[in-house]
């Protein structure tokens, strides 16, 4: 017997009603729709394909650019019972062959893949062979140039398409403009009768508001005091998510820190304290928050500007999703916005500074012209950046346009790092370094290279450990492991390491091409959304809601009356209302003195501030006279 989809989810998930837009979703992609649904951060995407996919014959084929989301979404599956793969990462040939002969022959109702898995040659022959109920895109304004976070690796989604030409397919995002929206409905090709849902972007219980703070820290004391509950605090640097950490674990707010570049298990724990409320605040970069279902986050905090008002959005509507009171606080200093230009200069780059960084890369990489594709290399953007002279963050920001035009391919943890903590205290280091003269070079250059090794994990490098040492990575890495069995240290050396690709063999100066057009529109986007971002921390008159709003093509008719320029527009006096306190006071006063306490009792219908205000007014203006506490008329 077939199962409804509110059996379905119920018998699976435990809810006995789907979310707004949810039910339609699923309605749609069963009809054989193409289908693109804009859900709020929170809104239940998965359960847009999971439900349907357990309704309908065959395999869900996903689509997803995190792959430590992925990874969960099949853990997550199989704890219900439902058979699932995840293809991602760097696994061989055998295990991928083995993997794929599952998906056609074992009954498996998912497959999850990252985006630069559909350029496998194996995978695309497999496809044909498989019986595949639909394809679900997650995060798909990855497919659009014009998109926050643009990954040219989508677009090769169109193969899918061009096997399996017959099957509807899913596109899901929190955020996307109707340039945006536009882009996905072009680029995956959606058939003619395609469904578009799209959720509010208005979260009627999220309060935003911006301050300008030059001590931030102390204004983030301040906000954790007032706002009670479990909070993120998101800044832009690995280093300050530990600073801010101790500052605030030092003025007993109970804190803790997440990167990237944290160690896998590092990560699910920090993940599981805050989640679990053994920890009330996280302070990350941007790699925290996607796919952590916890709906009672009371807070929001910003300390550093957010790439682009999708980015902001995303992030701040991780607070609240219970949909009780919650808050979004965006803090900027006079710094952060000439910061921001000078990234606005970064963002510049023109055809020429990317053709000298490709050629640079192929000398560094020693790949001779007509060779190199399909190599790839262990790449250390620290030790290239230092072998030129160049500004690491340039580096990596051309890196990433030379990968969008299509000849590089970077791995998902490029800035990652191996991790390292002394597991014993400066005494007893100090001991063992007398009795084992072989290691005290190597432990002498660490604690001189990196801090805080004795308070908790930090990031290391070994090509760098090395070259202090002039010896090899290798070596380091063999000498630390010692150190880890003698309990010296506790090493975590980088899981994956950062992967370079060389997608098409290497070119002369003269047969690269580089797309201006493309170039001229990518500084644009850049420059438009940074001009927003700036605007909104500079508004002081217009409701940040309807602005956030209006950005996603949405109007609202009327203000939020929860932001922090609504809530200033409130307490504004009007000359109307001046006119109604004012005669009140008046009328109380003909019948006798009275204290400004009393006052404030009788007139209720007005704010404390307001009678404040008019009291002084008329007390300056001598219209009323002030004695021994006690307000009289003149």
């Known amino acids: 017997m077939l199962l409804l989809p509110e059996q379905i989810l119920e018998k699976y998930w435990g809810y006995k009603q789907f979310r707004p837009l949810q039910k339609d979703i699923i309605s749609s992609l069963i009809n054989g729709n193409d289908t693109l649904g804009l859900m709020a951060t929170g809104g239940g995407k998965s359960i847009c394909y999971q439900v349907p996919a357990l309704l309908m014959n065959g395999l869900c084929l996903v689509v997803s650019p995190l792959i430590a989301l992925m990874h969960d979404q099949v853990e997550d599956l199989t704890a219900r019972g439902i058979k699932a793969i995840n293809l991602s990462g760097s696994i061989g040939f055998k295990e991928t062959d083995m993997l794929l002969d599952n998906c056609i022959y074992g009954g498996y109702k998912f497959l999850f893949v990252s985006p630069e898995k559909l350029e496998n040659k194996l995978l695309l022959a497999r496809l044909e062979k498989m019986n595949i109920s639909f394809l679900a895109v997650d995060e798909a304004h990855c497919v659009s140039q014009w998109g926050y976070d643009f990954r040219p690796s989508y677009l090769k989604i169109n193969l899918i398409r061009d096997i399996l030409p017959s099957i509807p397919v899913l596109a899901l995002t929190a955020t996307a403009t109707k340039t945006v929206v536009d882009d996905i409905v072009k680029e995956l090709r959606f058939k003619n009768g395609f469904q578009l849902f ?19 820290l102390k204004k983030l004391e301040t906000i954790l005091a007032k706002v009670k509950g479990t909070s993120i605090v998101y800044v832009r640097n690995r280093r300050k998510t530990k600073e801010i950490s101790d500052y605030l674990n030092r003025k007993n707010i109970d804190a803790d820190f997440y990167h990237a570049g944290l160690s896998a298990k590092q990560r699910i724990d920090k993940q599981y304290n805050w989640i679990s409320n053994s920890c009330r605040v996280i302070v990350a970069t941007n790699a925290f928050g996607m796919g952590i279902n916890k709906p009672d986050v009371r807070s929001v905090v910003h300390l550093d500007l957010p790439d682009s008002p999708e980015a902001y959005f995303q992030e701040a509507g991780r607070a609240g999703r ?70 690491a963050q340039v580096v990596f920001s051309t890196l990433k346009i030379i990968q969008e035009e299509g000849y590089i391919s970077l791995s998902e943890n490029f800035k990652n790092k191996s991790q390292l903590f002394f597991t014993v205290s400066k005494h007893d280091l100090y001991s063992f370094q007398l009795a084992n003269d072989k290691f005290d070079s190597l432990i002498k250059t660490i604690l001189r290279m990196y801090g805080g090794l004795f308070d908790n994990y930090s990031g290391i490098s070994e090509i760098d450990i090395a070259r202090k040492l002039d010896s090899s990575s290798d070596t380091i890495k063999k000498d630390l492991l010692l150190l880890q069995k003698q309990n010296i240290v506790s090493y975590i050396p980088v899981e994956d390491l950062p992967i370079l690709t060389l997608i098409k063999p290497r070119l002369d100066s003269k047969n690269i091409y580089v797309d201006t057009k493309k170039i001229k529109q990518r500084v644009l986007r850049y420059k438009q959304r940074l001009d927003w971002m ?38 504004e006096l009007s000359a109307k209302e001046f006119e109604k306190i004012e005669a009140h006071i008046l009328e109380l006063l003909k019948k006798g003195n009275i204290t400004l306490e009393e006052l404030k009792t009788k007139l209720p219908i007005f704010k404390e501030k307001k009678i404040v205000e008019v009291v002084r007014w008329l007390h300056e203006y001598k219209k009323i006279v002030l004695k021994n506490t006690a307000l009289s008329l003149k």
């Open 198 to 216: 799209k959720s509010t972007f208005l979260r009627s219980n999220l309060s935003y508001s911006v301050f300008e703070e030059e001590n931030k």
């Open 534 to 571: 700036l605007e909104y921390i500079t508004n002081s008159d217009k409701c940040r809601t309807r602005l956030l709003c209006a950005y996603f093509d949405e109007i609202l008719q009327q203000n939020c009356d929860v932001c922090d320029v609504c809530n200033a527009h409130k307490n």
């Open 322 to 391: 219970d949909e009780k009171k919650a808050y979004a606080v965006l803090l900027y200093s006079k710094a952060d916005v000439l910061n921001a230009r000078k990234n606005e200069e970064l963002a510049n780059i023109g055809k020429e500074e990317l053709i000298k960084m490709y050629n640079l890369l192929c000398n560094y990489l020693q790949v001779p012209i007509g060779m190199g594709e399909g190599s790839t290399f262990y790449f250390d953007i620290k030790k290239f950046s230092t072998t030129y002279k160049l500004n």
